[in-house]
């Protein structure tokens, strides 16, 4: 019965699929179109195969869809209470995750004999343990050439040395290689291309020393190798310059000039950026720079876009020389008569050369914008990572153009170009300068339409942009902001802050309610207690902390009264009457006097009585009046005309 049930299925498809076609056929004729006879005489022309790579139908699928920032990053939990929104738990909890990961590869590399079914065909190397190499392995040519193209340089120095102890015989070909391999990365192993968060996270500081190993291994290769061509020195002289080992890489330039070695650009372009270590003064150093190009010119060697960015660093070192800038863009035209196209380095280079400090206005990065807008780039040059963090900050310190800084940041998310937005410290950085550009550029209103697309899945602010909106929020007074802003300070781990939390006290007590703002006011008022609750519950032990000043308490006084929290304000005064001596200057007279008010409209004596006492202990002038006033409007128990006349003596009480 199954078969039959089975086979009248598929004849159904059959027939749908017969119907299908038929109508599609007709449809063919209908439109008058090509049959498939007169097709068969027409020529096939197959197009040109385009290399693509493994990710290229995910990329494109991908660019489809823009970052959605009301979500947080795919690689945290998409959940409110597990993301993390401060930038310490971001970083925390990024490199745990990598840091298991390391853990696993750890464990399997250490138990390499546990992990010996391998099903996958093709074999996946990456899936298995990391061969190790001893004194007792194996070894050849062969294995060395490998580990060279993998780029597994301590494992390569191993086998290297095992090789030199086994007197297996290494060819000048190997040999040129590995030496090619230990100059670039100084014998050290560079970070996994896998550990994708550790490289995020790395600040990437501009070393000014020499790290270069002298008398190392490349040395050793350098040195070993039977015929030292160009392609030898070239790889010494290119590694010595990039590890700031200057003196010996110009030596052996010196040497290679001669005994008539041809160096390849390359080469050049590593002196050319190391130009500046030497010689001392600024017009002996483009000196040397004009001469290395032109030995390149006479040399017949072709420059690229490495040597404009070496020429450009190189001015960059010497940029407040007086004919920098004017060189640089002689320098720029210059090359591109010869058909060679600046990177986004390039640009940075200039940047660097003409929007200085101390120097003169200068609106060339209007010019370049003007030039590369709505482009897409790629990773020419390393420092290209430099260019968009650079520009926005020149927008914000050097132009003060927000115009400038969203045609930047219109740039940076076209295409694919927020790639090349660096690290996690050049991203924070950007975005410190965007907002605070923007914070004093806008109304609070548009502020803050930027600030809820932003915070806190893109960007969280630092204690610094977080003081300049609080204390914007403050002097156009849109308290409607700050329960928002609070929240965010209490998950951003920013209420250890005194600055910030002085802001935030400071903001609340230029409120005033309305009957219309009740939820605003039971908000506000919640806002100071919880700082108030906060303060007091701190750890003592915590290296940074928050210390009540008499600044502080008054503003915290102010907005409680206002907010109708009569009760918690008496609650403050008498814990800053008794502990005085926890709170650093004295508490202002304005918000004594509006506590006072409030306190003897409820003919609450004792309270106002301790607020006379400590104004006079504060040496307030005021502190007389108000025990006058006080008198007057209310009547005082035995108890606190005693208090009132051992601080102001019988004549003031006796007095009408």
């Known amino acids: 019965m199954s078969v039959n049930l089975s086979s009248r299925t598929s004849i159904r498809l059959l027939h749908s699929l017969m119907k299908r076609s038929s109508v599609y056929s007709t449809g063919i004729l209908h439109h008058g179109l090509t049959t498939s006879s007169q097709l068969s005489t027409d020529k096939i022309i197959v197009p040109n195969r385009i290399p693509r790579s493994s990710t290229a139908i995910l990329e494109a699928l991908a660019s489809t869809v823009s970052r959605d920032t009301s979500g947080p990053h795919y690689k945290y939990h998409d959940?409110?209470?597990?993301?993390?929104?401060?930038?310490?738990?971001?970083?925390?909890?990024?490199?745990?995750?990598?840091?298991?990961?390391?853990?696993?590869?750890?464990?399997?590399?250490?138990?390499a004999s546990l992990f010996t079914h391998r099903p996958d065909d093709p074999f996946i190397e990456d899936f298995f343990p990391k061969?190790?190499?001893?004194?007792?392995?194996?070894?050849?040519?062969?294995?060395?050439?490998?580990?060279?193209?993998?780029?597994?340089?301590?494992?390569?120095?191993?086998?290297?040395?095992?090789?030199?102890?086994?007197a297996v015989e290494l060819s000048d070909k190997v040999r040129q290689e590995l030496l090619e391999l230990v100059s670039y990365y100084n014998c050290e192993d560079?970070?996994?291309?896998?550990?994708?968060?550790?490289?995020?996270?790395?600040?990437?500081?501009?070393?000014?020393?020499?790290?270069?190993?002298?008398?190392?291994?490349?040395?050793?290769?350098?040195?070993?190798?039977?015929?030292?061509?160009?392609?030898?020195?070239?790889?010494?002289?290119?590694?010595?310059?990039?590890?700031?080992?200057?003196?010996?890489?110009?030596?052996?330039?010196?040497?290679?000039?001669?005994?008539?070695?041809?160096?390849?650009?390359?080469?050049?372009?590593?002196?050319?950026?190391?130009?500046?270590?030497?010689?001392?003064?600024?017009?002996?150093?483009?000196?040397?720079?004009?001469?290395?190009?032109?030995?390149?010119?006479?040399?017949?060697?072709?420059?690229?876009?490495?040597?404009?960015?070496?020429?450009?660093?190189?001015?960059?070192?010497?940029?407040?020389?007086?004919?920098?800038?004017?060189?640089?863009?002689?320098?720029?035209?210059?090359?591109?008569?010869?058909?060679?196209?600046?990177?986004?380095a390039s640009y940075y280079y200039l940047l660097t050369i003409h929007c200085r400090e101390r120097g003169p206005i200068s609106h060339i990065l209007i010019d370049i914008l003007d030039h590369i807008e709505g482009k897409e780039f790629s990773v020419e040059d390393p420092k290209d990572t430099f260019f968009f963090v650079t520009a926005m900050g020149i927008s914000r310190n050097h132009v003060q153009s927000?115009?400038?800084?969203?045609?930047?940041?219109?740039?940076?998310?076209?295409?694919?170009?927020?790639?090349?937005?660096?690290?996690?410290?050049?991203?924070?950085?950007?975005?410190?300068?965007?907002?605070?550009?923007?914070?004093?550029?806008?109304?609070?209103?548009?502020?803050?339409?930027?600030?809820?697309?932003?915070?806190?899945?893109?960007?969280?602010?630092?204690?610094?942009?977080?003081?300049?909106?609080?204390?914007?929020?403050?002097v156009q007074e849109a308290f409607e902001y700050l329960p928002q802003l609070w929240s965010d300070m209490i998950v951003f781990d920013h209420t250890n802050q005194e600055r910030l939390v002085t802001l935030v006290l400071s903001a609340l007590s230029k409120y005033r309610p309305s009957q219309e703002q009740e939820q605003l006011t039971r908000q506000l008022a919640d806002i100071a207690w919880d700082i108030w609750t906060r303060v007091q519950g701190q750890d003592e032990t915590r290296r940074q902390k928050v210390s009540w000043t008499g600044q502080m308490i008054g503003d915290l006084i102010t907005t409680l009264v206002y907010c109708g929290e009569y009760g918690k304000a008496s609650e403050v005064m008498k814990e800053a009457n008794t502990n005085a001596h926890n709170v650093l200057g004295a508490i202002p007279i304005t918000s004594l006097h509006t506590l006072n008010e409030v306190a003897v409209d409820k003919k609450d004596a004792d309270i106002a009585v301790s607020i006379v006492i400590y104004a006079l202990d504060a040496g307030h002038q005021e502190a007389g009046e108000m025990a006058k006033q006080l008198q007057s409007k209310l009547t005082l128990s035995t108890q606190n005309r005693a208090k009132l006349s051992s601080v102001f003596g019988s004549e003031l009480l006796s007095s009408p």
């Not at 959940?79 to 696993?104: H, M």
């Not at 392995?137 to 390569?156: G, M």
């Open 131 to 166: 061969t190790s190499y001893t004194e007792e392995s194996n070894v050849s040519e062969e294995t060395l050439h490998d580990l060279i193209q993998k780029c597994s340089v301590s494992d390569a120095i191993t086998v290297y040395h095992i090789c030199k102890s086994k």
């Open 79 to 111: 959940d409110p209470y597990l993301t993390p929104a401060s930038n310490l738990v971001k970083r925390t909890f990024s490199l745990s995750k990598e840091a298991g990961r390391k853990a696993a590869r750890c464990i399997r590399d250490e138990n």
């Open 402 to 474: 927000l115009d400038v800084a969203r045609r930047v940041d219109d740039l940076l998310h076209t295409g694919s170009n927020y790639d090349l937005i660096g690290d996690s410290y050049k991203e924070s950085i950007y975005y410190r300068h965007y907002f605070g550009l923007a914070c004093s550029s806008l109304t609070i209103d548009d502020f803050m339409l930027l600030y809820q697309e932003l915070v806190p899945h893109i960007y969280t602010p630092e204690p610094g942009v977080m003081g300049e909106v609080l204390r914007s929020v403050g």
């Open 190 to 344: 560079p970070l996994d291309k896998d550990w994708v968060e550790e490289r995020w996270y790395r600040q990437g500081v501009l070393t000014v020393r020499k790290t270069w190993k002298d008398n190392g291994l490349a040395e050793e290769l350098f040195e070993s190798l039977s015929n030292r061509g160009p392609a030898a020195y070239s790889a010494l002289i290119r590694g010595m310059a990039q590890y700031l080992q200057v003196d010996r890489a110009w030596q052996l330039y010196q040497e290679c000039r001669e005994k008539d070695i041809p160096l390849d650009a390359h080469t050049y372009n590593s002196l050319i950026r190391v130009a500046s270590y030497l010689r001392d003064a600024f017009e002996l150093r483009w000196q040397l720079v004009k001469e290395l190009l032109t030995t390149m010119a006479e040399s017949g060697i072709d420059p690229n876009l490495g040597t404009l960015n070496s020429t450009l660093e190189a001015l960059g070192q010497v940029a407040s020389w007086r004919q920098a800038r004017q060189i640089s863009l002689q320098v720029l035209a210059e090359f591109n008569s010869l058909g060679i196209q600046p990177s986004l």
